[in-house]
């Protein structure tokens, strides 16, 4: 798909501050730090648009990301994170659960795991939740240029394993860095918006 418009369009922590122009949207969830700036700025051929940081725990809002006035990204406060008090976490859960349980625009959900490692625990917790919901999940494998590429089959093979991963969700390997896997990236994305609007 060739980007030739992408903006932060809407900030939002509750529903009543969402988009109201019925684009399809997709969600980026992952742990704090697995490279969802870095996707986004990636995908979107824009090099500070959302902002990366050294920092976990950055992004603490819903960050619509209105995409040629077609679709949005929508970027979510990454899990995991224990550098936060308990209520901000509590408030921080409450909001993306609202937003992914209860959004009808939300086409798929992109869950960013960091392909270096093992699924964490709250990897885990993430997918099998969405899984419960019915969510469509398109896995994606981050810092795949910090892994040797002989390498690459062995570590997806073992995040498919560890996540109990359902055969209908993709599981796809990405670099920020080289832009490897961008393609491929946006080839699911519209397949699977095409799908939704078959259904």
């Not at 625009?105 to 964490?120: F, T």
């Not at 969510?135 to 040797?148: E, H, M, R």
């Amino acid at each position: 798909m060739k980007v030739v418009k992408a903006e932060l369009e809407h900030v939002a922590v509750k529903p009543e501050q969402y988009p109201v122009n019925r684009l399809p949207e997709l969600a980026l969830a992952g742990r704090s730090n697995v490279g969802k700036s870095s996707f986004i700025n990636k995908m979107l051929n824009r090099k500070g648009l959302a902002r990366t940081s050294g920092q976990p725990g950055k992004t603490q809002t819903l960050n619509f990301y209105e995409i040629n006035e077609m679709l949005y990204f929508v970027d979510v406060p990454g899990y995991g994170y224990a550098k936060v008090s308990k209520t901000e976490r509590a408030a921080w859960g409450k909001m993306i659960e609202t937003y992914l349980s209860e959004r009808e625009e939300l086409k798929a959900v992109l869950q960013l795991i960091d392909a270096r490692h093992k699924p964490s625990e709250d990897d885990k917790l993430m997918y099998n939740w969405m899984k419960h919901f019915g969510i469509p999940v398109i896995l994606v494998a981050t810092k795949a240029d910090k892994i040797s590429k002989s390498k690459w089959q062995k570590h997806l093979s073992i995040i498919s394993k560890e996540l109990n991963r359902d055969d209908a969700d993709p599981l796809l390997l990405f670099s920020s860095e080289t832009g490897y896997g961008k393609e491929e990236a946006w080839k699911t994305i519209q397949s699977h918006l095409q799908l939704t609007k078959n259904k």
